[in-house]
């Protein structure tokens, strides 16, 4: 069965720079969640999209943006990069349609590092 | 407002014996309630999901979790751990089950040969 696909799986930058993360949820879902989880922390919800319409937001700095594109990929977008963004980044996708719900299914992250 | 509480940042039990994990939620409404296992470096798996379908869910690898209304609690259970079960296991509670996850602080498990 399909995953959701997140790429890159590692990804290293320096200090004010900026990164992308991309985000290919499973198909026919139809929202996309952001999670950060900092070492030795629990996951922590950034922001989501339900039909590539920004449905809700949690603790995502200024310095971050996201969007859902026409494939329902996704693209969460880090500016002015800082050590503290050093983290694993999630992307889930769910499916909350009547008569079939699925929950946050999660790929495999993308480890970024702020050096 | 809805969270989440996981009592013990680390439990250990030796292999073969009982695995039981704590979880207790808050929320104004009834909530979904889920657990997630995350190995080293891995992404998060759903072991088992609470929907108000039945108290008691039985998950993936013999874990199983009950749902006590009375006590705000999902705790996660296993009757003999494996050495493969040895991980970090997040409680995570959600308004509706596709929805944004709220998570607990994780315990992480060790299982002792």
Same mark, same amino acid.
């Given at each position: 069965?399909?995953?959701?696909?997140?790429?890159?799986?590692?990804?290293?930058?320096?200090?004010?720079? %900026?990164?992308?993360?991309?985000?290919?949820?499973?198909?026919?879902? &139809? %929202? /996309?969640?952001?999670?950060?989880?900092?070492?030795?922390?629990?996951?922590?919800?950034?922001?989501?999209?339900?039909?590539?319409?920004?449905?809700?937001?949690?603790?995502?700095?200024?310095?971050?943006?996201?969007? +859902?594109?026409?494939?329902?990929?996704?693209?969460?977008?880090?500016?002015?990069?800082?050590?503290? &963004?050093?983290?694993?980044?999630?992307?889930?996708?769910?499916? &909350?349609?009547?008569?079939?719900?699925?929950?946050?299914?999660?790929?495999?992250?993308?480890?970024?590092? /702020?050096? | 407002?809805?969270?989440?509480? +996981?009592?013990?940042?680390?439990?250990?039990?030796?292999?073969?014996?009982? /695995?039981?994990?704590?979880?207790?939620?808050?929320?104004?409404?009834?909530?979904?309630?889920?657990?997630?296992?995350?190995?080293?470096?891995?992404?998060?798996?759903?072991?088992?999901?609470?929907?108000?379908?039945? %108290?008691? /869910?039985?998950?993936?690898?013999?874990?199983?979790?009950?749902?006590?209304?009375?006590?705000?609690?999902?705790?996660? %259970?296993?009757?003999?751990?494996?050495?493969?079960?040895?991980?970090?296991?997040?409680?995570?509670?959600?308004?509706?089950?596709?929805?944004?996850?709220?998570?607990?602080?994780?315990?992480?498990?060790?299982?002792?040969?």
């Amino acid at each position: 069965a399909a995953g959701v696909i997140q790429s890159p799986r590692h990804l290293i930058k320096e200090k004010r720079e %900026t990164a992308t993360l991309k985000c290919y949820p499973i198909p026919r879902h &139809d %929202t /996309v969640y952001w999670y950060q989880q900092g070492p030795g922390q629990d996951p922590q919800f950034l922001i989501s999209f339900y039909e590539k319409m920004q449905s809700d937001k949690g603790s995502i700095p200024d310095r971050f943006s996201a969007q +859902q594109f026409s494939d329902y990929h996704s693209e969460l977008n880090m500016s002015s990069l800082e050590l503290g &963004d050093s983290a694993l980044y999630f992307c889930a996708s769910s499916l &909350d349609a009547p008569g079939e719900r699925i929950s946050n299914t999660f790929g495999s992250g993308t480890r970024l590092t /702020v050096v | 407002a809805q969270s989440v509480t +996981q009592l013990g940042s680390h439990v250990s039990v030796s292999e073969g014996a009982l /695995v039981l994990l704590r979880c207790n939620y808050s929320s104004s409404v009834p909530p979904y309630l889920f657990w997630y296992v995350q190995y080293p470096n891995q992404g998060l798996q759903l072991l088992l999901k609470y929907t108000s379908a039945a %108290t008691l /869910v039985k998950g993936i690898n013999g874990f199983e979790a009950e749902f006590k209304k009375s006590e705000t609690s999902f705790h996660l %259970t296993k009757p003999s751990a494996h050495m493969s079960d040895a991980a970090e296991y997040f409680c995570a509670v959600s308004l509706n089950q596709g929805g944004k996850l709220i998570f607990g602080q994780g315990t992480e498990l060790s299982v002792k040969p």
